[in-house]
């Protein structure tokens, strides 16, 4: 992607983010970059492309950031610390209807977005797992591949809008609570007292 092409998507991101993507058409869009709708059409095609290339560049900018996470040298407890850290930092930003639009009015990014952090979700909570285990924070029975899918269902639960409506309940909160919920089901003794020290001095999320 040309670094033109790659601000238009990375802007327009942030539009949609803040907005919502039903409300703002391709005028509205254009005004927001400061560009004309001809420069933009040069780069999109329509809405649609333009959400879906969004989708996109956002789970490959999260991939990208989550595995730099992972390759800091941090335990396993520290390590979901800091990757809950930053998803709930992103999920913060994000306004409540997104989801809802993604995935009414723009199928096939949906099912890119669903498709592509399932799989990376899966990738990132299985590694850390194995991690946990062999440092003894973790315990030794667990079952990965059935408490990984576990997991993704419940975070897949963190943005549904009936069970947590966005005018009660804040996503980054709900993430915090899915780590500390995740992090006390798959702990060691050992883990536990460290999880317990952890969240005592960092206090996330409040």
Same mark, same amino acid.
């Given at each position: 992607?040309?670094?033109?092409?790659?601000?238009?998507?990375?802007?327009?991101?942030?539009?949609?983010? #803040? *907005?919502? @993507? #039903?409300?703002?058409?391709?005028?509205?869009?254009?005004?927001?970059?400061?560009?004309?709708?001809?420069?933009?059409?040069?780069? =999109?095609?329509?809405? $649609?492309? +333009?959400? %879906?290339?969004?989708?996109?560049?956002?789970?490959?900018?999260?991939?990208?950031?989550?595995?730099? @996470? /992972?390759?800091?040298?941090?335990?396993?407890?520290?390590? $979901?610390?800091?990757?809950?850290?930053?998803?709930?930092?992103?999920?913060?930003?994000? $306004?409540?209807?997104?989801?809802?639009? +993604?995935?009414?009015?723009?199928?096939?990014?949906?099912?890119? *977005?669903? %498709?592509?952090?399932?799989?990376?979700?899966?990738? /990132?909570? %299985?590694?850390?797992?194995?991690?946990?285990?062999?440092?003894?924070?973790?315990?030794?029975?667990?079952?990965?591949? =059935?408490?990984?899918? =576990?997991?993704?269902?419940?975070?897949?639960? /963190?943005?549904?809008?009936? *069970?947590?409506?966005?005018?009660?309940? #804040?996503?980054?909160? =709900?993430?915090?609570? +899915?780590?500390?919920?995740?992090? #006390?089901?798959?702990?060691?003794?050992?883990? +536990?007292?460290?999880?317990?020290?952890?969240?005592?001095?960092?206090?996330?999320?409040?």
């Amino acid at each position: 992607m040309e670094a033109r092409e790659e601000e238009i998507i990375d802007q327009s991101a942030k539009v949609f983010m #803040r *907005l919502g @993507i #039903r409300s703002v058409n391709m005028d509205d869009m254009a005004q927001h970059l400061r560009i004309s709708k001809k420069t933009l059409y040069q780069f =999109v095609k329509n809405k $649609n492309d +333009l959400v %879906t290339r969004i989708v996109s560049h956002i789970t490959a900018h999260h991939r990208t950031c989550i595995w730099e @996470i /992972c390759g800091q040298g941090h335990n396993a407890i520290d390590e $979901n610390f800091e990757i809950t850290r930053f998803v709930a930092a992103q999920v913060g930003q994000i $306004n409540p209807s997104v989801h809802f639009d +993604l995935e009414k009015y723009h199928p096939k990014a949906w099912e890119l *977005l669903n %498709t592509t952090e399932r799989k990376d979700i899966l990738e /990132c909570v %299985t590694g850390n797992m194995q991690k946990g285990i062999a440092e003894g924070l973790y315990r030794e029975d667990l079952d990965i591949d =059935v408490v990984s899918r =576990v997991y993704i269902s419940r975070f897949d639960a /963190c943005f549904d809008g009936e *069970l947590f409506p966005a005018d009660k309940y #804040r996503f980054d909160k =709900v993430i915090w609570e +899915l780590f500390r919920y995740h992090t #006390r089901g798959i702990a060691s003794e050992k883990g +536990l007292k460290y999880l317990t020290k952890k969240v005592k001095n960092e206090h996330p999320g409040k």
